[in-house]
C-alpha cells in the first residue's frame, strides 16, 4: 500500500534552485536525482492524486531500474509490483484471448528473475500509477524537495540570472516564484515548452486505438495459456492486446483501429471481441488514444529545460517511452545539481541535448518499426478454424510474428547499449562506436554504459560508484594520484573503486577508467600526469 504524500502546497517558498513543472514519473524522478544531492528544488503538479485506471506504461525496463537501484528505490518498486518479477517473461499471440496459440516468444524485455552479467537489476511488470506513488514517497523524505500538488506552472519570464516563474491551483490563486533553472516535464501539452516557443516536429498515426482498465472475476483461470506479459489478440473482428494488471481480476487492453466514439458506445464489445466469448467483466476506466511521433525541435531556451514527453513522443510499442523519459531526468538532473555545486560548467548543460535527443530520434524509430506490424497486420483468414486449414493458417501467422515482432520484445541493444557518441564532455579515445543492434554487446567505449558485473563480494559494480565522477583502477600499479589533485583542485566529488584484475583490464580494455553519475564512461585508458588529468577532468565538468 503507498504511503500518504507530503504534499507541502500550503508553504510554497518564494525562490528554489530548480522548478520542476510537472510531478509525473519523470519529473519526480528529476526531483530525486537533484534531491539526492541536496539541491533544492520545488515540483508543481496540479494532480492531487495518481489514478490508477489509465496505466500508460506498464513495463519499467532494465535500465531504469537500474536508476531506481541508484536512489535505494528498486526493492520498493517490487514490493509494490502486484505481478512479481519472476511472474513471466512471455509475450503470447492467439487468435482471442480463450482461443488457440498462435506463437509466443520467451525471456522477453529482460524480466528475467535470473542474476546475470548483464544488468544489475531485472525489468519489472508495474503499471506507471504505481511507479509514481513511489517516487512521490521518495520526493516526500527528501528534505531539499518541495512537492505542491494542485498547482501548475502559468508562465515564465527569464532573464540572465535566472526564472520568474507563475503558478497557478484549481481555484485561480496565483503564485510568484524566482528558480535558476526550470525543467519542464510537463507532458505532451507542456505549458513549458509552449512559453519558451519550442514546437514539436513529427506526426501523428492514422489509426485510433481505445484503452481500457476492467475487472473479469475468473477470466485468469478460464484462459488456456498461462500467465504472460501481453496477449497479443489476432481476432480480425477486433485485434489488440490485453494482459493483467494484478494476481486478482484487474486487466488492461488496447483495442486497435477503435475510434473513441465507437469505443465508448459499447466498450463491453470490444472486450468480449478480444476474449472470445461471453465474460462478466466491469469496465473501470477508458482511455482513447492515438500514437504520435513527435520531437522538440530543440531541448532548451536559456534556462529552461525540456524533459520527457514535453520533449519527444513516440508510439508505445516495444515500451519505451516512459523509460526514455526517465532516462532525460537522470541526465539533466545530476548535471543542473553538478552545475548548482559549483563544478559542472555550460557545456555540462549544453551536452543534455546533444546527448538524449539523438536518443528520443532513435527511439522513436524503433517504436514506428514496431508499429508498423500490429495485431490488425498479423490477424488473416482462418487462425481460428479447426482441422489442417486452421494448423496450417497458424503457422505461417507464426514464421510472421517471428520475422516482424521478435525485435519489439528483445531489445537490450536499444535499452542498455546506446552512447553518447557525440557529447561535447565524452573523451572520445578514437575507437569505432559499436554498431547498432538489437542484442546488447558490452563496451567500456567512452560514452557507452558502463558494463556491468558482480563483484567476488556478491554487490554489483554500480553501488560501489559516487554521486560525482568514479575512477576505476583495474591494476594496482595504475596512478590515480593526478585525477585525485585534479577533482581536489577543483572541488568536484571522486570516488576511486580499487579492481585490480587482469581479467577486468581486458574486459574494460584499460587499467583505469572514469565514470560519470549516471555510470557512463568519460574516459578510458592508462595511468597519465596531471596536465593530461586536467584537460580530462575539465571536458568532463563541462568547462
Not at 535470473?114 to 508495474?126: K, L, M, N, S
Not at 592508462?526 to 577532468?537: G, L, T
Request: glycine share 10%; proline share 5%.
Amino acid at each position: 500500500m503507498a504511503r500518504e504524500t507530503r504534499d507541502r502546497s500550503q508553504d510554497i517558498p518564494h525562490e528554489t534552485l530548480v522548478l520542476i513543472a510537472g510531478g509525473g514519473p519523470v519529473g519526480l524522478s528529476a526531483a530525486v536525482e537533484v534531491g539526492l544531492r541536496g539541491v533544492q528544488c520545488l515540483i508543481v503538479e496540479p494532480r492531487s492524486v495518481v489514478s490508477r485506471l489509465k496505466p500508460r506504461a506498464k513495463t519499467t525496463n532494465v535500465r531504469t531500474m537500474e536508476h531506481f537501484r541508484r536512489w535505494g528505490l528498486a526493492q520498493r518498486i517490487r514490493e509494490v509490483a502486484p505481478l512479481k518479477v519472476d511472474w513471466s517473461q512471455d509475450v503470447v499471440f492467439c487468435t482471442t484471448l480463450l482461443g488457440h496459440e498462435v506463437m509466443r516468444f520467451t525471456d522477453c524485455l529482460g524480466l528475467s528473475s535470473h542474476r546475470t552479467e548483464v544488468f544489475a537489476e531485472a525489468g519489472q511488470q508495474i503499471a506507471q500509477p504505481l511507479v509514481e506513488e513511489v517516487l512521490r514517497e521518495a520526493v516526500s523524505d527528501l528534505k531539499s524537495c518541495h512537492l505542491c500538488l494542485g498547482w501548475s506552472l502559468h508562465s515564465l519570464q527569464q532573464d540572465d540570472d535566472g526564472v520568474l516563474t507563475t503558478i497557478v491551483n484549481e481555484q485561480g490563486e496565483h503564485r510568484q516564484i524566482r528558480a535558476s533553472y526550470v525543467l519542464g516535464c510537463d507532458g505532451a501539452r507542456s505549458a513549458v515548452r509552449a512559453a519558451i516557443g519550442i514546437h514539436y516536429v513529427g506526426t501523428s498515426d492514422q489509426r485510433p486505438n481505445f484503452g481500457m482498465v476492467f475487472r473479469a472475476p475468473g477470466l485468469a483461470q478460464r484462459q488456456p495459456h498461462g500467465p504472460a506479459v501481453h496477449y497479443w489478440v489476432l481476432n480480425p473482428a477486433c485485434p489488440g492486446v490485453l494482459g493483467r494488471m494484478d494476481m486478482e481480476d484487474q486487466w488492461w487492453a488496447i483495442a486497435n483501429g477503435v475510434p473513441a466514439e465507437i469505443g465508448l458506445s459499447d466498450p463491453y464489445a470490444l472486450i468480449r471481441g478480444l476474449v472470445g466469448n461471453e465474460i462478466d467483466a466491469e469496465v473501470l476506466g477508458t482511455d482513447p488514444w492515438t500514437a504520435r511521433m513527435l520531437l522538440a525541435e530543440c531541448y532548451r531556451n536559456g534556462r529552461v529545460f525540456l524533459v520527457g514527453d514535453a520533449a519527444h513522443l513516440n508510439p508505445p510499442w516495444g515500451g519505451h517511452g516512459f523509460n526514455t523519459g526517465i532516462g532525460d531526468a537522470v541526465n539533466i538532473g545530476w548535471k543542473l545539481a553538478a552545475v548548482l555545486e559549483g563544478w559542472g560548467g555550460e557545456r555540462l548543460l549544453a551536452s543534455y541535448e546533444a546527448e538524449r535527443r539523438p536518443i528520443a530520434e532513435r527511439t522513436i524509430r524503433e517504436a514506428v518499426a514496431n508499429m508498423s506490424v500490429l495485431a490488425p497486420e498479423l490477424g488473416t483468414a482462418n487462425l481460428d478454424a479447426s482441422g489442417l486449414v486452421g494448423e496450417q493458417a497458424r503457422r505461417t501467422a507464426a514464421q510472421v510474428i517471428q520475422a516482424t515482432k521478435d525485435r519489439e520484445f528483445h531489445s537490450l541493444g536499444l535499452v542498455l547499449g546506446y552512447q553518447y557518441d557525440a557529447s561535447p564532455v565524452i573523451v572520445d579515445d578514437g575507437t569505432p562506436p559499436l554498431l547498432e543492434g538489437q542484442a546488447y554487446l558490452p563496451t567500456a567505449r567512452p560514452g557507452a554504459r558502463l558494463p556491468h558485473l558482480w563483484l567476488s563480494g556478491g554487490g554489483s559494480l554500480y553501488d560501489q560508484l559516487g554521486n560525482g565522477l568514479s575512477l576505476l583502477r583495474l591494476r594496482d600499479d595504475a596512478n590515480v594520484t593526478p585525477f585525485i589533485e585534479s577533482t581536489a583542485a577543483r572541488r568536484m566529488p571522486l570516488t576511486v573503486v580499487e579492481l585490480g584484475s587482469q581479467a577486468l583490464e581486458t574486459l574494460y580494455d584499460a587499467s583505469l577508467i572514469l565514470v560519470r553519475p549516471d555510470q557512463h564512461v568519460v574516459w578510458r585508458g592508462v595511468s597519465i600526469n596531471r596536465p593530461e588529468a586536467d584537460a580530462i577532468i575539465d571536458r568532463a565538468r563541462g568547462a
